[in-house]
């Protein structure tokens, strides 16, 4: 038989076994992790985590690594650093103020001497390991370098200016820290001081020289060229950054005052030396990009590019007008594509391609602005609309007058060279990548950018023609009209294939095109009629040719045509209104049949995808004439009547009777009151309640057939019609009568709605009845405020608040049950 301890007995024999298996896992774990110690090789030295040209050579003079226990800590890096700095505070006071009686003489000898100490100390302290002390005293060893520099022009050459002896003594101590930060491999600090001082000497000497523009920029570019080297020859991490960033430094600085010489020259040989300058610069970049990383190589291909733009430009654009001189830059800029097929690494070869698009850019970016206002500049016709055709012809329509437009003309030759460079890219596509060789293939998506690009430019460069022709006002809104036509069929043909940018490109210029000949027409009767005729003409026939079995994008494009159509359509009945000498709100109703038309067409057009498009655009019109009518009450009434008659219309398809079907009670209802208003009454129930009886007889009837049906749809049309126009009638009415029986009657509605849970009569029958006995005790109320004292209002509003804020929570949760309970009713 099995022996089956007792419960106690059992429980501590578990516990024992499971601590001793604790005790046994924590053993194992401690074992592996020594196995895992012995077993894992030393790490490797990380990487070098910046090399912009290339590995650097081992250094000649490598000292050998310090042991393990000798590494710095960061206590002791402070105690050296600051053992450095007072020493070096100490060599500056002693030399530059005095020690003792001795002279200037005597102390340059003592510092001459302790110099050659700091020197050679840091060579024994390497040896022995000692690498951060060694990089302290070196540090000052080259502080002490530059006071030798300062005493021996104290001693030896106290007449030498002080420009001169600082370029001579920067580029000795540039050399010498050179070399000693090469025999001393170790020391981090002296090559690096060596490169940020080489920045120095040629700056200096051209200064001290008394050198022009010219020999700075000569100066920054061979300080530039020095640093070029250095970086792709140089030693180390820490010397090729700090040479990379005196290059880039130097070298754009010389390139700006090569680009301002180039720009202000008003001749040929002026031109020439900044040409050089310019050109040296990009020979300079070349040959740094050549052996740069990537980033760096394409950034050298972008300045080489730009630099040999800017230096042919500027010869051939100088003595010549500065309007001219763009497009002669983006020739320049389009040249430079030919130095693709050069033997250039990839990332050079991008660098140029990218600084020729952006040479292409600016030229175009420089001549768009011309194009915003031939297109805005007629928005200052709606001050002075048919008021003749300006004088001036275009030109004093858009605004601008005079010698102005002398400067702009080379603008739509800019753009149209653009534009026909971009679109000979787009049509040869596949035989310029061919050509670009080793440059990796751009996808479909850059050429369509590149056609849509062009598309834009082509037709921006067009829009400014006829201002900078000189067009009189006729021949400028007929030529604008030709190419709104134009560009619209453009934008059919290429949107009918499919969605393509170009397309819609040419669709967005249409119609901006149209909006600013649109603008330009209102100057003269004559010409507002056929151009907008033309507009609603042309994107009718885009809605209507884009109609069929196509993508999203073209069914929205076609409803951005149609909308369009619609507005031209409502300028048109406008503009017949005023040519009718009809006032405003007798020129509203007119504009009705514009959503007519809307209506009917959206009847018929039904099952396509423009019709809600159409049907919306079409109550523009409506609730503009509604808008004009409003002064005129008599006017108002008969437009809300025929805008309640076409919602009525559109209430008879199914599927927009649950929107147009109440709207179109409403206006009906509004119309009625307007009217009322509009006649003098003084008694509205003597007219609304004949009409509210028998709506709320129909209302029972339907709610009997129907239980279903909703409380508005029975009896909210019913009870608005008359509640509303008496609650407007007791507000204003001094004697108490009506709001009494108005309040009473809302009462009863109120309570009805809440005993039969019928939402339209609760609701209404509440709102009407606080909004009359807020104007029944509003007088008292302000009598009472008026008679308390000023503190006590903001004191009680203070108390409501915190009472409301103590009992938040309960609150919305009883909110929260009474639109719950109010929900559920019918």
């Given at each position: 038989m099995e022996h089956v301890p007792p419960p106690a007995e059992e429980l501590a024999l578990l516990d024992r076994e499971l601590a001793r298996l604790d005790a046994r896992r924590s053993h194992l774990l401690v074992r592996r992790a020594w196995l895992l110690s012995v077993l894992t090789p030393p790490a490797a030295p990380p990487a070098p985590h910046f090399a912009p040209f290339g590995p650097p050579p081992p250094a000649p003079f490598a000292v050998p690594a310090a042991r393990a226990g000798n590494a710095p800590g960061g206590a002791q890096n402070v105690l050296l650093t600051l053992g450095g700095l007072l020493l070096a505070v100490a060599a500056i006071a002693f030399?530059?103020?005095?020690?003792?009686?001795?002279?200037?003489?005597?102390?340059?000898?003592?510092?001459?001497?302790?110099?050659?100490?700091?020197?050679?100390?840091?060579?024994?302290?390497?040896?022995?390991?000692?690498?951060?002390?060694?990089?302290?005293?070196?540090?000052?060893?080259?502080?002490?370098?530059?006071?030798?520099?300062?005493?021996?022009?104290?001693?030896?050459?106290?007449?030498?200016?002080?420009?001169?002896?600082?370029?001579?003594s920067s580029a000795v101590l540039a050399v010498l820290w050179g070399g000693y930060g090469l025999l001393l491999g170790r020391l981090r600090l002296p090559l690096p001081l060596a490169v940020v001082t080489a920045q120095l000497p040629l700056v200096l000497w051209a200064w001290s020289a008394g050198a022009g523009a010219s020999g700075f920029g000569w100066a920054l570019l061979g300080t530039a060229a020095l640093d070029c080297v250095i970086a792709v020859r140089g030693r180390?991490?820490?010397?090729?950054?700090?040479?990379?960033?005196?290059?880039?430094?130097?070298?754009?600085?010389?390139?700006?005052?090569?680009?301002?010489?180039?720009?202000?020259?008003?001749?040929?040989?002026?031109?020439l030396e900044p040409a050089a300058l310019l050109l040296a610069g990009a020979a300079i970049a070349l040959f740094?990009?050549?052996?740069?990383?990537?980033?760096?190589?394409?950034?050298?291909?972008?300045?080489?590019?730009?630099?040999?733009?800017?230096?042919?430009?500027?010869?051939?654009?100088?003595?010549?007008?500065?309007?001219?001189?763009?497009?002669?830059?983006?020739?320049?800029?389009?040249?430079?594509?030919?130095?693709?097929?050069?033997?250039?690494?990839?990332?050079?070869?991008?660098?140029?391609?990218?600084?020729?698009?952006?040479?292409?850019?600016?030229?175009?970016?420089?001549?768009?602005?011309?194009?915003?206002?031939?297109?805005?500049?007629?928005?200052?016709?709606l001050g002075r609309v048919w008021s003749g055709a300006p004088d001036g012809g275009v030109r004093g329509a858009l605004g601008v007058t005079g010698s102005a437009w002398s400067a702009t003309a080379a603008a739509p030759v800019t753009l149209l060279a653009a534009a026909a460079l971009l679109g000979a890219a787009y049509r040869w596509w596949d035989g310029l990548v061919r050509v670009a060789g080793p440059v990796p293939r751009p996808g479909p998506g850059v050429r369509a950018a590149v056609g849509a690009v062009a598309s834009a430019v082509c037709w921006a460069g067009l829009v400014t023609l006829p201002a900078v022709l000189g067009f009189s006002y006729p021949a400028a809104v007929a030529a604008q009209s030709v190419l709104v036509c134009g560009t619209l069929a453009v934008a059919v043909t290429r949107l009918r294939r499919g969605p393509e940018a170009v397309g819609w490109t040419a669709l967005v210029s249409g119609l901006a095109g149209a909006v600013g000949v649109g603008f330009l027409s209102l100057a003269e009767e004559s010409a507002t009629y056929p151009v907008f005729a033309m507009a609603l003409v042309a994107l009718g026939a885009v809605a209507v040719l884009l109609d069929g079995p196509v993508d999203g994008a073209s069914r929205a494009a076609q409803a951005v045509a149609a909308g369009g159509a619609v507005v031209c359509a409502t300028v048109l009945v406008r503009a017949a209104g005023a040519s009718w000498d009809l006032a405003g709100h007798r020129a509203a109703p007119l504009l009705l049949a514009v959503t007519a038309v809307t209506v009917l067409l959206g009847a018929r057009l039904r099952n396509?995808?423009?019709?809600?498009?159409?049907?919306?655009?079409?109550?523009?019109?409506?609730?503009?004439?509604?808008?004009?009518?409003?002064?005129?009450?008599?006017?108002l009434a008969l437009v809300l009547a025929l805008c309640g008659v076409l919602a009525a219309g559109t209430a008879v398809r199914a599927e927009r009777r649950p929107a147009t079907g109440h709207l179109a009670v409403a206006l009906f209802v509004l119309a009625t009151w307007v009217r009322l208003t509009a006649s003098g009454v003084t008694a509205p129930e003597a007219y609304t309640l004949p009409v509210t009886v028998p709506a709320l007889a129909v209302g029972v009837l339907r709610r009997r057939r129907d239980p279903s049906a909703s409380s508005w749809t029975a009896y909210g049309a019913g009870l608005a019609a008359t509640l509303v126009p008496s609650l407007f009638a007791a507000w204003f009415d001094p004697d108490w009568q009506r709001p009494l029986l108005l309040g009473t009657a809302a009462l009863v509605i109120t309570l009805a709605g809440a005993r039969l849970r019928l939402q339209a009569l609760l609701l209404l029958g509440g709102t009407v009845l606080a909004l009359d006995a807020v104007h029944e005790l509003a007088p008292y109320v302000?009598?009472?405020?008026?008679?308390?004292?000023?503190?006590?209002?903001?004191?009680?509003?203070?108390?409501?608040?915190?009472?409301?804020?103590?009992t938040y929570e309960q609150r919305l949760r009883d909110a929260r049950r009474l639109k719950e309970s109010v929900g559920r009713m019918r």
């Open positions: 030399t530059l103020v005095s020690w003792g009686h001795m002279g200037i003489a005597g102390r340059s000898a003592v510092l001459g001497a302790v110099t050659l100490a700091a020197l050679a100390a840091p060579v024994a302290l390497l040896r022995r390991g000692l690498s951060a002390t060694a990089e302290s005293l070196g540090a000052l060893a080259c502080l002490l370098m530059v006071l030798d520099a300062y005493a021996l022009h104290r001693v030896a050459v106290p007449e030498a200016g002080a420009a001169g002896f600082t370029a001579a180390g991490d820490a010397v090729r950054m700090t040479a990379c960033a005196g290059a880039w430094t130097t070298g754009l600085w010389g390139l700006l005052v090569a680009l301002a010489q180039s720009v202000a020259a008003r001749s040929v040989p002026d031109a740094g990009a050549w052996r740069a990383p990537r980033g760096l190589a394409v950034a050298g291909g972008v300045l080489a590019g730009l630099c040999g733009v800017a230096a042919v430009g500027g010869v051939l654009c100088a003595g010549m007008d500065r309007g001219w001189s763009v497009p002669v830059y983006l020739l320049c800029g389009a040249a430079l594509l030919t130095a693709v097929r050069a033997p250039l690494p990839e990332p050079v070869g991008r660098g140029l391609g990218w600084a020729a698009a952006s040479v292409g850019t600016a030229a175009v970016l420089v001549s768009a602005p011309l194009a915003g206002l031939s297109l805005l500049g007629p928005v200052s016709q396509r995808p423009v019709a809600p498009v159409i049907e919306i655009a079409g109550a523009v019109p409506a609730v503009l004439a509604v808008l004009m009518a409003a002064p005129d009450r008599p006017f302000v009598q009472v405020v008026g008679a308390l004292p000023r503190w006590l209002p903001p004191a009680l509003a203070g108390a409501l608040l915190l009472v409301v804020g103590a």
